[in-house]
């Protein structure tokens, strides 16, 4: 079965700095990647997505993450953040083959200093 | 195009009772998941429906049951209610052959007391 972890589960990072969101997923292949953000009594958004090819992928609001297979890890990058930025970040995974549903990390609230 | 959308957005129920919740998918998508999403457990898969059919589910009790009329349009409906299943739950749309491309509705929070 999958499953995703997100070990931090708050952040706090100055406006301006960089950031980086960790995340490990258990699959007995490469599964589908994505990261998702919420926002304060909001539903999710799609920052982006992996399915193959490139193992670095952008997205949007200035949002990148890496595919590291032999660490089976999908972490979320951002050079510079923003006020905006403070949110929910939520990591999942799909299955390629089987059953297709999506399975999300605990999150990381993400806190910005200004 | 607008959004998926979720009604109600908020919801009080009192324990034992039932509650039905609605979502609408995006114009043209014909399949819609839901999700439950709790600080304690935080986002679960309940089950998606395509063309009318429930294709996958979750693991939660017979309590939760779902259905998609021709429009796309679906229900989840909770028997029974337990104080555990206040949660918001989110409801997403994906266009026909990209299950993975879910956009999602800003859910129903329900309350149960």
């Known amino acids: 079965a999958q499953s995703v972890t997100q070990p931090d589960i708050h952040i706090t990072v100055s406006e301006g700095a960089s950031l980086e969101l960790r995340c490990n997923y258990s699959?007995?292949?490469?599964?589908?990647l994505f990261w998702y953000v919420q926002s304060p009594g909001q539903g999710l958004q799609l920052l982006l997505k992996?399915?193959?090819?490139?193992?670095l992928v952008q997205g949007i609001k200035g949002f990148e993450a890496e595919f590291k297979r032999s660490q089976s890890s999908f972490n979320l990058r951002k050079p510079s953040v923003h006020w905006s930025d403070a949110a929910e970040y939520f990591c999942?995974?799909?299955?390629?083959?089987?059953?297709?549903?999506?399975?999300f990390g605990q999150g990381t609230r993400l806190t910005i200093n200004p | 195009k607008a959004g998926v959308t979720q009604t109600p957005r908020y919801l009080i129920k009192t324990r034992g009772q039932q509650v039905t919740l609605s979502c609408s998918p995006i114009?043209?998508?014909?399949?819609v998941s839901w999700y439950q999403q709790t600080p304690g457990q935080g986002l679960q898969f309940l089950f998606e429906?395509?063309?009318?059919?429930?294709?996958n589910k979750g693991n939660f009790p017979g309590r939760f049951s779902g259905r998609q009329f021709s429009n796309s349009r679906s229900e989840m409906n909770v028997s029974t209610l337990e104080l555990g299943d206040s949660a918001l739950y989110l409801c997403?749309?994906?266009?026909?052959?990209?299950?993975?491309?879910?956009?999602f509705g800003p859910g129903t929070r329900l309350t149960v007391t």
């Open positions: 997403a749309s994906s266009p026909q052959g990209s299950f993975y491309e879910q956009y």
């Open positions: 699959y007995g292949a490469t599964p589908y």
């Open positions: 992996y399915f193959s090819g490139d193992t």
């Open positions: 999942a995974v799909g299955a390629p083959q089987g059953a297709q549903k999506l399975v």
């Open positions: 114009s043209g998508h014909r399949s």
């Open positions: 429906y395509f063309s009318e059919t429930q294709r």
